[in-house]
Every structure is written in C-alpha cells, then in structure tokens.
C-alpha cells in the first residue's frame, strides 16, 4: 500500500558494502515490482551495477572494470548474485516500463555537476569513472518523472572532461 498512488517507482536497493549487512536487492525488487503491478504503476527506475547481466565485463575500457570482475568473482560472489536476481526480475516483469542504471563511481568526494554521461554502446563509448551521487540521483528521478529510455539497463559515469 506505500506505492498507491504514485505515478513511478525509483529504487536504489543492494549494499555498497561487503561483508556487512544482508543482501535486498533480489528479494525487495521481487516485492516492489509486485506491488507496482498490484497498484498499475509502470514506469520504474532501479538501480544496478557495472558488470551485472548483459554489461559483462565491467568497465571494460579501463583497469577499475577489471578489479570489479575480480571481486565478483571472489568475496563479491553473494552481492552479485543478489543483484543478478534483482535485475532479472525487473527485466521479466510485463507491466513495468523500467530503466535499469548501472552507475560508475558514486565516491563520497564527488562533487556534483548536474552533468552526466551514458555509455550509449558496449565496447564503443566510455564514461568518467566518477559519478557524484546526487548527479545520479538527479538522472534517476528525471526518469521517472519524463521517461526517455523505455525497457533498458544503461551505464551511467560522469561527462568527461573536455567533452560536451
């Protein structure tokens, strides 16, 4: 009953940190998506992570995309199974028109822009690797709020410097 009523849903679930905490992603995307279809909201907007389903490998333009690879590989097995799952929900669910981000960065020290860039092609285009979060946040609810990109998982970094 908390979404009834709203006209789209944005979720940022998962966990930034290993080791601690328990894994949501898989298990709360599952309810929220329910509860979209339950109340006929259909425009969602989740957030993901590099390298998860169809962006393997990671950041594959530079060395960062490999640490990642490695982590979920090793001590990150359990953060990227939830997040597999979480997004496999969202991409088979019928009724959401969804967009899946798959944001860079996200560090404490980045400072915001209102700027962002998105990889419009895997293997093709790059983005910064640092993201402020709020610049994230602000793409994630503009979204929402005025859907451009409809059913798709997209790779969001920072606007490159010296590049419009």
């Known amino acids: 009953d908390r979404v009834a009523g ?5 979720s940022c679930l998962g966990n930034r940190q290993f080791f601690i905490g328990d894994r949501v992603a898989g298990v709360g995307t599952k309810l929220i998506v329910e509860a ?3 109340h ?3 425009r969602g907007v ?9 962006d393997w490998p990671p950041v594959e333009w530079h060395w960062a ?3 990642m690879a490695c982590l979920f590989k090793t001590i990150s097995k359990r953060e990227f199974r939830d997040l597999t799952k979480a997004e496999e929900t969202v991409k088979s669910a019928k009724e959401v028109d969804y967009l899946i981000i798959k944001p860079l960065g996200l560090g404490e020290d980045v400072v915001p822009t209102n700027e962002w860039k ?5 293997y093709e285009d790059t983005v910064d690797i ?3 979060k709020l610049d994230c946040a602000r793409f994630m609810v503009q979204e929402a709020i005025n859907p451009t990109i409809h ?3 997209v790779v969001i970094g920072g606007q490159i410097k010296g590049e419009k």
Request: hydrophobic share 45%; charged share 20%.
């Open 36 to 38: 979209m279809n339950f």
């Open 6 to 10: 709203v006209d789209a849903v944005v």
């Open 118 to 122: 998105l990889q419009k092609k895997k």
């Open 130 to 132: 640092n993201l402020a």
């Open 151 to 153: 059913n798709n998982a």
């Open 46 to 54: 989740f957030m993901s992570s590099i390298g998860i389903c169809d």
């Open 40 to 42: 006929k909201i259909n």
């Open 65 to 67: 995309g490999g640490a």
